[in-house]
């Protein structure tokens, strides 16, 4: 979990982010975004248009945003819901995609279909795990699974041969011989809105959430040039050459009022389609004199990102705290690191998440308490030394229990007749002893 939201400078919004802002959701309707130190939220003002002038190293957000997408208890009325047998692959596959798609996970994740057997069968047995090991995969084919969604790839780096000796290798040839598909979400899960961390926040009650890192629109950069011609005649030719440069396909561009200095000009295009457009722009020269160009960052999508931050609507005790969780993970132990001049009665009344390793996405964001998997011990005593508590419960125990959750969820947008189970194998490899 590497990412950082990069600050924004803000254009306009349209009327989809204003829908998107009154659209009900399981969190608060504001959509926070933060950099790499601070949690803040989208200020009230930009829920109106906005106008800035920029200058050519300036930065502005495209829009309109992408519809949010999040998780839904609701049975789906899709035409799934209402077929009696198996369903092909790729129908599964596209329920699962929007459950949570898989452009939210990070750049460096290994999601999606990772073995797709030459003989696959069609769906209707699927075994959710949190991780593929050896036990997962005998129960698997014990119950003549079809689809194995493990949330973390079993095969996430890069392998030259396929080879017995190594294990996870070993569990992909066994899957392809028994004719198992498996599904890897991870990050796209973490990332969506109502996925992993924000049923891990939940643990301490409700309050008001927000993204950590916010996640950005999977859409192509683009940019905005702006020039100006001396003449009707000047435009035409110019606008004539920029869209045969842009084939046609993407070129945007408007035109205000001429005044004694000429006509404004402003474009835009695909990212493929900016070299042309300038080698052109500076064929002519009142246009080559006056270019500006500004990149158009992505716009975030709201909801969606790594880590979460709640500002409990009921403060609890760093005691109470562990408490919750304890019984919200199904754990019977957690480790603690209380932050400096903190005691076990001290309040808690913002606690930062992240599932996993959440070291890199915590790390400055302020709050009383962190939650997540693991942290190692020079960045246990960074947080430490500021004050914030930790709580730590192993890393793949901070996101095991949303497979429950997650199988409830998939399983009501699927035929009754199929069979979707949590692993009874699948668990942490390290244990209190």
């Not at 003989?119 to 593929?132: E, F, G, H, S």
């Not at 796209?188 to 809105?193: F, P």
């Not at 295009?269 to 004199?289: E, F, K, N, R, Y």
Request: proline share 6%.
């Amino acid at each position: 979990m590497l990412t950082a939201c990069r600050n924004l400078s803000w254009t306009f919004l349209s009327p989809t982010y204003r829908r998107l802002c009154t659209r009900r959701s399981s969190l608060s309707p504001s959509a926070l975004c933060s950099s790499a130190s601070t949690v803040s939220s989208i200020p009230p003002s930009l829920s109106s248009p906005t106008h800035s002038h920029s200058f050519l190293t300036s930065r502005q957000t495209s829009v309109p945003l992408h519809p949010s997408v999040h998780f839904s208890p609701t049975r789906s009325f899709s035409h799934s819901s209402h077929c009696s047998g198996p369903m092909e692959l790729k129908e599964v596959l596209k329920v699962l995609e929007k459950l949570a798609p898989l452009s939210l996970a990070e750049s460096w994740d290994n999601v999606g279909l990772l073995v797709e057997p030459s003989k696959a069968r069609p769906v209707k047995t699927i075994l959710l795990t949190n991780d593929l090991t050896d036990a997962v995969m005998e129960e698997a084919e014990n119950m003549s699974c079809d689809l194995i969604i493990s949330y973390h790839p079993p095969l996430f780096r890069p392998i030259k041969r396929l080879v017995q000796k190594d294990w996870k290798q070993r569990l992909a040839m066994r899957a392809v011989e028994a004719g198992i598909v498996i599904f890897s979400p991870h990050t796209s899960w973490d990332s969506v809105r109502g996925g992993v961390n924000d049923w891990l926040v939940g643990g301490l009650g409700s309050g008001q959430v927000s993204v950590v890192s916010q996640a950005l629109s999977g859409a192509s950069h683009s940019h905005k040039l702006e020039f100006m011609v001396r003449s009707t005649e000047e435009l035409n030719t110019v606008m004539e050459e920029l869209k045969a440069c842009d084939g046609g396909t993407t070129l945007q561009h408007s035109i205000s009022r001429p005044d004694i200095s000429g006509i404004h000009v402003s474009i835009t295009c695909s990212d493929s389609a900016l070299t042309p457009i300038v080698q052109t722009l500076l064929q002519h020269t009142t246009p080559s004199q006056s270019l500006c160009i500004l990149k158009l960052e992505k716009p975030p999508l709201l909801g969606h990102g790594q880590g979460r931050l709640s500002v409990l609507n009921q403060p609890v005790t760093v005691a109470t705290a562990i408490q919750k969780m304890k019984s919200h993970l199904g754990l019977n132990h957690l480790r603690l690191a209380l932050g400096l001049g903190q005691t076990l009665e001290s309040s808690v009344c913002t606690v930062a998440v992240c599932a996993g390793s959440g070291a890199s996405v915590l790390n400055g964001v302020k709050a009383d308490l962190y939650i997540t998997g693991e942290m190692s011990h020079h960045e246990v005593l960074d947080a430490v030394a500021k004050g914030t508590s930790v709580l730590l419960s192993d890393h793949s125990n901070s996101e095991r229990g949303f497979l429950a959750v997650f199988r409830e969820r998939l399983a009501v947008r699927l035929p009754e007749s199929f069979t979707v189970v949590v692993s009874k194998a699948d668990r942490d490899p390290l244990e209190v002893v």
